[in-house]
């Protein structure tokens, strides 16, 4: 079984920063592509950022100059560092992973970290 599980999320004021960590754990072969999601209230799950094996990275426009995706595939693990932030990125934070078990690619989720960005 695969787990993805996420940190880092919380409260914080518009201008600020947090720092998301999500790290894989479990049996697998290999991780492709890792990402971020995120759901607000009301509105449909949509792509924060995500980042292949190799490194190449592909943002949101909402996001582009604000947020930094990375991984360190050594550790299984990706962080989202999120810069100046506004009301409008409160949401659930979702980690998401394509991992390889045995002969398949799956997708797995995390649990789901809140940020909320107020004053």
């Known amino acids: 079984q695969v787990q993805l599980v996420e940190s880092g999320g919380g409260l914080v004021q518009p201008g600020g920063s947090l720092r998301l960590s999500c790290a894989a754990s479990?049996?697998?072969?290999?991780?492709?592509?890792m990402g971020w999601y995120r759901q607000a209230l009301g509105k449909q799950r949509e792509l924060v950022a995500s980042?292949?094996?190799?490194?190449?990275?592909n943002y949101d426009d909402s996001v582009k100059g604000r947020f930094t995706i990375s991984r360190d595939n050594a550790k299984n693990t990706v962080d989202l560092q999120m810069n100046r932030l506004n009301p409008e990125d409160t949401a659930v934070y979702y980690c998401?992973?394509?991992?390889?078990?045995?002969?398949?690619?799956?997708?797995?989720w995390g649990q789901g970290t809140q940020v909320t960005v107020s004053s």
């Open positions: 998401n992973a394509g991992v390889v078990v045995v002969w398949s690619e799956y997708d797995f």
């Open positions: 479990g049996t697998f072969i290999r991780i492709n592509a």
């Open positions: 980042i292949t094996s190799g490194g190449s990275t």
